[in-house]
């Protein structure tokens, strides 16, 4: 097939809008979304800008850092780093930060090591080792959560940028939907508000469908890994996954219109600004006397697993 805008050889077919696009109309197609994104979610008219990228060195991350250097590293204003979560997941972990590194080089992009064995004392996989049957994304969820906040802290950054595609963000509205969680709803990136102690979490990608991530991630020769997290199949997010990709068969625009009905949701009631405390056992904002990620330690504790931890904070 041939391009719609201008008949050369087409790469990709939007059925979302119908149209086939040559390699370099879908790339101007996808960054002209970002590019939007970076103006509705970052203020550029600040004298500095600091942003720090969160690099899983998977095609979502790979592409942000890419994207965010590319429209970004000619404004002097804007300073870029980036950093990766090491959750101590073996077969996996490892080819993920090799690909996070070699991208962080070829960028010229300040690149940072965290893990979970040096802040918590354990790896995701001693977690889920101790007993077979937790479900590992609630405990990875809110400790990779910490740590984002943590290192992006300590990059001293305005934002932080997360990989998230407009299949990751429609699942995610939907599954706040199906829990009634509407507070978190609300607190979806990006936020806007400015909280002691919370980076601001941006998500450039979050209009760009994964296939496209994917497409744009070849297309250009950017290196990423394509290996999945091998607790994948048992996270409960693949149930809505499914469920919107069913209904994409019979509406091909169904995510985008999941997107709009958020931003619509969330300009009808302004974002709530609530004080965030301080956490009792680690110091880290939150809403409650404890934070998601003690809390998931604590339970450990509870079941008999703290002996086996040096279950401290820095």
């Known amino acids: 097939m041939r391009c719609s805008k201008c008949n050369a050889e087409a790469i990709y077919f939007a059925s979302y809008n119908g149209l086939y696009l040559c390699r370099e109309h879908f790339n101007e197609m996808v960054e002209k979304r970002v590019k939007s994104e970076i103006r509705k979610q970052i203020d550029l008219k600040k004298p500095m800008v600091r942003i720090s990228v969160a690099i ?13 250097h590319k429209i970004l590293s000619n404004r002097r204003n804007v300073k870029l780093a980036a950093f990766t979560v090491d959750e101590g997941i073996n077969g996996y972990r490892p080819a993920g930060l090799d690909s996070a590194i070699r991208l962080a080089n070829m960028l010229g992009v300040e690149h940072s090591i965290i893990r979970f064995r040096d802040s918590f004392g354990m790896t995701l996989d001693s977690i889920v080792s101790s007993d077979p049957n937790r479900i590992p994304c609630s405990y990875c969820g809110p400790l990779r959560r910490k740590l984002i906040n943590e290192m992006a802290e300590q990059q001293n950054a305005d934002y932080v940028a997360l ?18 969680d509407f507070d978190r709803f609300m607190r979806m990136s990006p936020q806007k508000d400015i909280k002691d102690g919370l980076v601001r979490r941006i998500a450039p990608l979050r209009s760009v469908p994964e296939k496209e991530v994917v497409i744009y991630a070849v297309a250009n020769g950017i290196p990423f890994d394509s290996s999945w997290c091998p607790y994948y199949s048992r996270a409960q997010r693949n149930i809505f996954r499914e469920v919107i990709n069913r209904l994409s068969e019979y509406n ?33 904002p939150t809403e409650n006397d404890i934070c998601s990620a003690c809390a ?15 279950i401290s904070f820095r």
Do not use: W
């Not at 095609?59 to 994207?67: A, E, R």
């Not at 990989?163 to 009634?180: F, H, P, R």
């Not at 958020?262 to 110091?283: M, Q, Y």
């Not at 079941?303 to 040096?310: A, F, L, P, R, S």
């Open 252 to 284: 091909p625009s169904t995510k985008f219109s999941i997107l709009k009905f958020f931003e619509r949701a969330r300009s009808h009631e302004a974002e709530k600004t609530k004080i965030l405390g301080r956490c009792k056992i680690c110091g880290a």
């Open 163 to 180: 990989g998230l595609n407009l299949d990751d963000y429609s699942q995610s509205i939907l599954m706040n939907v199906a829990k009634g």
């Open 56 to 68: 899983s060195g998977g095609k979502d991350s790979s592409v942000t850092l890419y994207l965010l």
């Open 296 to 310: 998931a330690i604590e339970s450990l504790r509870k079941e008999g697993k703290g002996e086996e931890y040096d």
